[in-house]
Every structure is written in structure tokens, then in C-alpha cells.
């Protein structure tokens, strides 16, 4: 299995552009997370997807900040317009939600994004 | 107060020392407890998981929870570099729909020094 899948892995963009990050989950899974990670706040769960449904999006920062999950097989976060504080590294990660509580997020090799 | 804190460190060790890892959380509803280790540019990964109180083992890991002072713990004994990496613990909790969400400490950075 290729894992959580992110693109791209590197982004630098100027203030005001829009941002568009990436994510496709591990085939069979049906929840699908969106993280930001700063040295200052660690990593911040900002909205999560089950079944394609948006379930939470109370992290998210501001209306700037929007994401989809047209597929099962595909997610996007998009930024809009970024500012030089959006620069983070920002994951995604799935998983297979199951009664237990010991669900196992996969985690993706992260989006590093810098807005000059 | 957050809900889990998590010293950021940084620590650092000579191989072969025995290394503990903290965190303390607040929200009694946690009943499963997880270590996640992150390395350098890398997402992070699920290390270990615990329900009850009391110690597991895996290997050259031992994670450690104390309910009753909400408090948990990471063991690595005869610590190697390749163990160097920043170690987040996180806790789920039930979020309806189905789904779990994960509370991370802010993780520890460790570096095991040959």
C-alpha cells in the first residue's frame, strides 16, 4: 500500500495567492483528517472527514481556509487568500473508524508551505 | 489549561541511556492513551497504544499510564540514535458520526547521541 499520499510537498507562494494542498487517503479507509503543525502550537487538527461529510471543522482557522472531499479516494485544503501566518507544515491523515477508540491514524508526509 | 501537555524539550542522551517521556492531560473522558513518533520532515507514526492503567511493553518501549493523576509515560531503554525523533503522545476520543478525534501533546524532540 503507497500510504496517504500528499502534494505537493513544498509550496512557497506570495501573500494573497490562493493555496491548494492535496491528499489522497489509503484505499478502504473512511476518515480523513487535515493537520497543521507549527513549533508554537504543535500540530492542530483543523477539520475531519467521515464518509466524505465534513464532521468537524471548528479548527479551522478562518473563512480563508476551506476544504473538500468530493471522493472517497480524494481530499483538498485550500487556501484563500494566504497569508505569511499560514506557514506551516500541514498533513493529512486517514484511518478506518471502528468502535474502538485505539483508531490508528496513517498520517501523510505532510505539505510544507511557506507564503513570503 | 490545554488539555494534554507535553514538555517540547529538547532532550538529549548519550546511547544506551534510558530515556522517559511525559505527558499529563486533563479530560477525564480519555480512556486510550497512544505514542506517536515523528521523525525529521516525516509524518508522524503510531508507536504504542494503551487502554488501562498500569505498563505495556514492546520491545526496547514501555508506556506507562497512571489514571488517577492523569498522567502517562514513555520508556525507551538502552536508547539508540536511531530512535532520535520527536515523540507526540495523543489521546482519541469518541466525536459521534463514527469517528475519533485526536487530542497531541506538543511533542518532545529527543536526540540519542552515539
Known amino acids: 500500500d503507497a500510504g496517504v499520499i500528499q502534494s505537493p510537498r513544498h509550496e512557497v507562494t506570495e501573500m494573497g495567492q490562493e493555496v491548494t494542498l492535496r491528499c489522497k487517503p489509503i484505499?478502504?479507509?473512511?476518515?480523513l483528517f487535515w493537520y497543521r503543525q507549527t513549533m508554537m502550537r504543535g500540530l492542530e487538527l483543523l477539520i475531519y472527514?467521515?464518509?466524505?461529510?465534513?464532521?468537524?471543522d471548528s479548527g479551522m482557522p478562518e473563512d480563508r481556509f476551506s476544504a473538500k472531499m468530493p471522493n472517497a479516494s480524494f481530499s483538498t485544503l485550500k487556501i484563500q487568500p494566504s497569508e505569511p501566518r499560514d506557514s506551516a507544515v500541514y498533513f493529512c491523515?486517514?484511518?478506518?473508524?471502528?468502535?474502538?477508540?485505539?483508531?490508528?491514524?496513517?498520517f501523510g508526509p505532510g505539505t510544507r508551505l511557506t507564503v513570503l | 489549561q490545554k488539555e494534554v501537555e507535553q514538555d517540547p524539550g529538547p532532550l538529549s542522551v548519550p546511547e544506551g541511556a534510558i530515556v522517559s517521556l511525559n505527558c499529563t492531560y486533563s479530560?477525564?473522558?480519555?480512556?486510550?492513551f497512544m505514542w506517536y513518533r515523528q521523525y525529521s520532515r516525516k509524518g508522524p507514526e503510531l508507536l504504542m497504544y494503551?487502554?488501562?492503567?498500569g505498563n505495556k511493553e514492546d520491545g526496547r518501549f514501555t508506556a506507562q499510564v497512571d489514571k488517577s493523576s492523569k498522567y502517562i509515560s514513555l520508556f525507551i531503554r538502552d536508547s539508540q540514535p536511531s530512535d532520535s525523533a520527536t515523540y507526540l503522545c495523543?489521546?482519541?476520543?469518541?466525536?459521534?458520526?463514527?469517528?475519533?478525534?485526536?487530542?497531541f501533546g506538543k511533542g518532545t524532540k529527543l536526540s540519542v547521541i552515539p
Open positions: 479530560n477525564s473522558a480519555f480512556q486510550y
Open positions: 491523515a486517514s484511518s478506518l473508524a471502528t468502535s474502538l477508540s485505539r483508531d490508528t491514524q496513517y
Open positions: 484505499s478502504g479507509h473512511n476518515s
Open positions: 472527514f467521515n464518509n466524505n461529510v465534513p464532521i468537524d
Open positions: 494503551t487502554y488501562s492503567s
Open positions: 495523543a489521546m482519541p476520543q469518541y466525536s459521534g458520526a463514527g469517528s475519533y478525534q485526536l487530542t
